[in-house]
């Protein structure tokens, strides 16, 4: 992982719950811009998974990434009738993992 400030980490937020009402999955971190929102502390691992979203962002442009991942989701969610599947299989979910 590349020695960065960027994205800014906020721990221990409500951000995550309160999405989680309005998503198809439990939401435990979510990374908008520069910041990462996270329900608890983070780990390394959680750290460079939101840092790889960072830098898809980074490379396609902000809104430009999530339009892409936003018809990722719903692809696999008509294909597969699963939101947590379709979250699973989407390409930057796996490229982040």
């Given amino acids: 992982m590349r020695k960065s400030k960027l994205p800014i980490f906020i721990e ?4 995550p719950k309160y999405l989680s009402y309005i998503a198809p999955i439990d939401i435990y971190a979510i990374n908008v811009g520069l910041w990462v929102w ?3 502390k ?3 691992r959680q750290k460079q998974h939101e840092t790889i979203h960072f830098q898809q962002q980074l490379e396609l442009g902000f809104l430009f990434f999530f339009f892409l991942y936003l ?3 719903l692809i696999g969610f008509i294909k597969w009738r699963n939101g947590v599947f ?3 299989m989407n390409p930057f979910e ?3 993992y």
């Fill in 71 to 73: 018809l990722f989701w």
């Fill in 42 to 44: 983070m780990n390394v």
């Fill in 38 to 40: 996270c329900r608890y």
């Fill in 86 to 88: 379709s979250y699973r």
């Fill in 12 to 15: 221990d937020s409500k951000v």
């Fill in 94 to 96: 796996r490229e982040a």
